[in-house]
């Protein structure tokens, strides 16, 4: 019966759960239709023409389409042979070009993983870099079951150019609702919230989130 009202564009409601949910202040959070709005936010609000974006062969698709549609390029780095990411060529690549590396943990369409090692090892040479921002992507966070397997909310917490972004589509089955999550340091969401669109989440989704 509420249809005809514009949805809440802070998203108050949802972001309050959330927050309470993963401890973080609301400035830690922003919300968009989908995962893959804040993909492309993220890259149209940090990127300009002459940047890159930095992430492995066979990634989620989402980044070199929305880099492609912003005039960002795009570097690519070859894979392990088990289709693992590479996270010591990666870092070998970053250059002053390279704005935001994409990191898909799990990836999706290889459902291979970057084990904690690998992930703390580039973090200590990219944390709290200036100028790069580093993006897991954990659309299948909740899926996984390995060891060796460290979600990235704490980085998040702990690094000021970490960004985390999950999904409502996988886990909860909500896909066709669009409701994407991203965890960072409130310098990064404060940039986002300034690029996204007002409603970008609408009412039913907030409620079914
Ligand atoms: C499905 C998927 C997304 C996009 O999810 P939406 O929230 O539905 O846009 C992003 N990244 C990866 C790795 C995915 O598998």
């Not at 922003?30 to 993220?42: R, Y």
């Not at 100028?131 to 992507?137: E, K, N, Q, R, S």
């Not at 996984?144 to 999904?167: M, Q």
């Not at 896909?175 to 690029?195: E, N, Q, S, W």
Request: proline share 5%; net charge neutral.
């Amino acid at each position: 019966g509420q249809m005809h009202r514009y949805p809440d564009a802070s998203c108050y409601e949802l972001i309050k759960k959330l927050s309470l949910k993963w401890s973080v202040p609301p400035e830690y959070l922003a919300l968009g239709n989908g995962s893959n709005e804040i993909i492309d936010v993220l890259i149209r609000t940090f990127c300009e023409p002459g940047d890159k974006i930095l992430t492995s062969e066979a990634a989620f698709i989402c980044y070199p389409l929305c880099a492609q549609a912003a005039r960002i390029g795009v570097t690519k780095v070859a894979l392990r042979q088990d289709y693992t990411m590479d996270m010591k060529k990666m870092a070998e690549k970053v250059s002053s070009e390279h704005r935001i590396v994409f990191i898909p943990n799990p990836n999706n369409p290889t459902g291979t993983y970057v084990n904690k090692n690998d992930i703390e090892d580039f973090l200590r040479k990219f944390g709290d870099s200036d100028d790069l921002l580093i993006c897991f992507d954990e659309a299948y966070t909740e899926f996984v079951r390995a060891g060796d397997y460290e979600p990235a909310l704490n980085y998040a917490k702990k690094y000021k150019n970490v960004a985390v972004v999950r999904t409502m589509s996988k886990i909860y089955g909500l896909a066709a609702l669009r409701v994407g999550i991203m965890l960072a340091h409130p310098d990064i969401t404060k940039y986002f919230h300034k690029v996204r669109n007002p409603f970008n989440v609408n009412s039913l989704a907030q409620v079914a989130a």
